[in-house]
């Protein structure tokens, strides 16, 4: 987490979405198949996802991105996104923003830049606005006033990323997130006598 998003032409950024980052397998002929961060397979609980992920056009694709519940004005909302998997079937919309591309029909794209595989990976989503399965758009230019921009809309921030490096697992420099309200953690405590021992 950085203070200011950072400043360079090599740098794109993204909003930052509040839901659950998540892999999808696509495999001509199978079910889509939907990982967590940790390996669970949550393709279940995501199966409103499997149309829209049947419209990607790839005969075998590894996708990266975030599932997330819309609230009215189409910002994630975290809270509706747990509530929506809680009660298993909702009328909650569960939307996917894919940012990266992994693979492509048996080609390993990692170590491609990430312009790249963006760019390869915005030609085989679905178009339509209403798809649950979408592009996650990036801007290039100031993140700083993408961020503003952001915040006064009342989202949770922007995700700046290295344009040029490859794909990584792990966390490193090629991602900063700048959010809109650094969060603070607190512990609170309460104390309550015990009448007992007065008695």
Known sequence: LVQ?????????????????????????????????????????KYSSLSDGLRRVRARSTLLDGEVVALDREGRSDFGALQRALRRGSSPTKLVYYVFDLLELDGEDLRPLPLRERKSRLSRILPKDDDSSVRFSEHWEGSGGKLLEKGCELGLEGIVSKDRDSPYSSGRGRSWLPSKCHPGQEVVIVGFTPDRKSEE
């Open 4 to 44: 200011s998003p950072p400043t360079g032409k090599e740098w794109i950024h993204e909003i930052k979405f509040d839901g659950y980052r998540t892999l999808a397998r696509i495999e001509k002929g199978r079910a889509p198949k939907l990982l967590t961060r940790k390996g669970l397979d949550w393709s279940e």
